[in-house]
């Protein structure tokens, strides 16, 4: 119990501070940044678990995919960047 409680806590802290980042680059407003931070970490676990998964184990796709999305977006930023 003790180790899910853990993993669960380490992957919904990365994937808050994954879209908490994001958020901040794209508002550029470091409140707004923390509260989607706080909220989205928050949500992810709780979600998963109430749908009577394993929130350690789930969290780990949704995390795969908000990296993936924020890479694409930051490339397309720096493309957009270096065309202008």
Do not use: H
Not at 25 to 47: E, K
Request: aromatic share 8%.
């Amino acid at each position: 119990m003790r180790k899910e409680v853990a993993v669960s806590a380490v992957s919904g802290s990365l994937q808050g501070v994954a879209v908490g980042f994001f958020t901040l680059l794209c508002y550029r407003n470091l409140s707004l940044a923390l509260i989607v931070t706080a909220v989205f970490g928050m949500a992810v676990t709780v979600l998963i678990s109430k749908s009577g998964r394993d929130p350690a184990l789930g969290s780990s796709d949704i995390l795969t995919a908000t990296t993936d999305s924020i890479g694409f977006f930051i490339f397309l930023g720096s493309a957009a960047l270096c065309l202008v």
